[in-house]
């Protein structure tokens, strides 16, 4: 409570002298969550003037700990490049939330600014209505065919994106959801096998539109869903 205290009179009274920007910043990278909460108590404003003084990595997570609301009325402040590269360093479903609040030019005008890699699937993502499938997907994820050996797998696991790897999708010829497997079993298998002799095929599917609480008859809860590209549909892996 004291911290929060002195980081709030930090704010409100030294937010441009260099020795209080300091130690606002200090406070900023230890206590992310309650750096939001005192913030939340300004005008937008005056908080995007302090974040955009902040080193790297710490407005981002500043940002996540906002309110929705708020973190909108930050990004809304912002040019749309700069706005880009603080959306950019969060967590992709706090990425949608953030854009769903913004009017539709602002909205397109920071996606504009996004690498393709991450526009795209937010492209993909936020037509779906709040409460389906679609809106509660997760993206991007790797995919390999079925035929695919697995050390042809694995070097397309190297040079896919971090979050790609914790699961790897296997579909046949025509797209459709085959088997999925962990990068960990992928590293263990036999590099002269193929993924489909490896994978676990046990896989579900519904989609996009439908209600996020009907997945094969399974709460959501108990769900990850996750997109692939190559089908349109919402995978659900229980």
Not at 19 to 44: I, M, Q, T
Not at 67 to 81: E, Q, R, T, V, Y
Not at 113 to 132: A, G, W
Not at 151 to 174: P, S
Request: positive net charge; proline residues 8%; glycine residues 6%.
């Amino acid at each position: 409570a004291f911290q929060r205290a002195c980081f709030r009179a930090l704010i409100q009274y030294g937010v441009d002298m260099n020795l209080y920007a300091r130690l606002g910043n200090a406070f900023l990278k230890a206590h992310p969550l309650e750096a939001a909460r005192v913030l939340e108590d300004f005008p937008a404003d005056r908080a995007t003037q302090l974040l955009a003084s902040a080193g790297p990595g710490i407005p981002e997570a500043v940002m996540q700990a906002f309110s929705p609301g708020f973190a909108a009325n930050c990004l809304a402040m912002l040019d749309p490049g700069p706005a880009a590269r603080l959306l950019a360093g969060t967590q992709i479903d706090a990425q949608i939330e953030l854009l769903r609040q913004l009017d539709i030019p602002q909205r397109e005008a920071i996606l504009h600014e996004l690498q393709p890699e991450v526009s795209m699937p937010l492209r993909r993502m936020l037509p779906y209505p709040d409460n389906t499938a679609g809106a509660l997907m997760q993206a991007p994820l790797l995919s390999v065919p079925e035929d695919l050996s697995v050390r042809a797998a694995l070097k397309r696991a190297r040079r896919a994106r971090r979050e790609m790897k914790i699961y790897i999708y296997v579909t046949d010829g025509a797209g459709r959801l085959r088997g999925v497997m962990t990068l960990h079993e992928l590293l263990n298998a036999p590099p002269g096998r193929t993924v489909e002799e490896v994978m676990q095929s046990r896989e579900s599917a519904c989609r996009p539109m439908n209600p996020s609480s009907v997945s094969s008859g399974v709460p959501t809860g108990s769900l990850t869903m996750h997109y692939l590209s190559s089908m349109r549909t919402v995978c659900c892996w229980v």
